[in-house]
């Protein structure tokens, strides 16, 4: 009988708990929902972290250690780390911690615009694409089809190897060019899904335009999609640049990224094995906050889970 009554207890105790959730600012409920998945909280952790340190690093540096990322001292050469040099110093004496906060900037730079650029055009080309369809659609599904056909990474290498140096505009635009075919047929597909849902047909019905539809029925519905796409896209940008950057295509000297940092590490793997675990790490620990970010917002933002499990 007591066994009986607490679960009841338990269920009505539920049912209120749901019932105070439905009721909350729509942005609390989002709030409670991300950070529900502890991941991708520890992930945004990580992740300010690391804009900080690209932020205000440099002025730290400058500030605590009396150096910057371009200062060389050629006695120090290989240094294990110290007190001057908390990490101790690279094959030219230069403070490894400057070098990496440095490198950790240029990354995250090359990765953001990236997924600025590419997601402008995907949008672009994917809502043009979902909204006319008919021979526009068509003709616009074959370019991006034989865009897509094209080995991404080969033919990064291509353009690559044809440019005698890479800025950081440069690199941003080489990868943003090749890039933006994926959330452009996320967009193409979102735009056709909703633009058949009644509500739309219902504004259409009344006299709206289509351009009013778009902007406040559609692309509202299809911001979502793009904030998860955005998140899991910039670890993806951040992996190719880094990439590029090891094969020695990417930023040039004197500034270096994170894949720069590491391919200047490969001779001294044995003999300085910092040099190369640092910046592979730091690589590691970012694409994995951008990941789990992205999983975390996908969590929040279904509208499947707007009650509470």
């Known amino acids: 009988m007591t066994d009986s009554v607490d679960s009841r207890a338990q269920v009505d105790t539920a049912i209120v708990n749901k019932l105070h959730t439905q009721h909350q600012p729509a942005w609390r409920r989002l709030v409670a929902r991300y950070t529900a998945h502890r991941l991708a909280v520890v992930s945004l952790f990580v992740l300010v972290i690391y804009i900080a340190l690209a932020i205000w690093g440099p002025w730290l540096v400058r500030t605590t250690l009396n150096t910057d990322a371009q200062e060389i001292h050629a006695g120090m050469r ?6 001057e040099h908390p990490l101790g110093n690279d094959e030219l ?6 070098r990496l906060i ?18 402008t055009i995907g949008l672009l080309v ?6 006319f369809g008919g021979v526009v659609d068509t003709v616009l599904m074959v370019i991006l089809d034989t865009l897509i056909a094209i080995p991404t990474f080969y033919l990064l290498l291509a353009i690559a190897s044809y440019a005698s140096e890479f800025s950081v505009t440069g690199i941003v635009l ?14 193409r597909a979102d ?21 009013w539809v778009i902007m406040r029925q559609i692309m509202p519905n299809v911001v979502p999609t793009i904030l998860v796409a ?34 200047r590490a490969q001779q001294y793997v044995w003999t300085a094995p910092r040099l190369a675990i640092l910046p592979g790490l730091a690589i590691v620990l970012i694409v994995l906050a951008f990941n789990y970010i992205g999983d975390g917002l996908r969590e929040a933002l279904d509208p499947r889970l707007n009650i509470d499990r």
Do not use: C
């Open 174 to 187: 080489v990868i943003a060019l090749t890039s933006w075919m994926g959330i452009a047929r996320i967009v």
């Open 126 to 131: 994917g809502g043009i694409a979902g909204s």
């Open 191 to 211: 735009f056709i899904a909703l633009k058949k849902r009644d509500y739309v047909l219902a504004a259409r019905s009344l006299g709206a335009t289509q351009w």
């Open 78 to 83: 290989n240094r294990p780390p110290s007190t």
């Open 102 to 119: 440095d490198a950790i900037r240029i990354t995250l730079i090359v990765g953001l615009l990236v997924v600025i650029v590419s997601n």
């Open 230 to 263: 955005t998140s899991l896209s910039v670890g993806h940008a951040i992996i190719i640049e880094s990439a590029l950057s090891f094969l020695g295509l990417g930023v040039n000297t004197p500034r270096a990224s994170l894949g720069t940092l590491l391919s």
């Open 93 to 98: 004496g230069r403070d490894l911690l400057a």
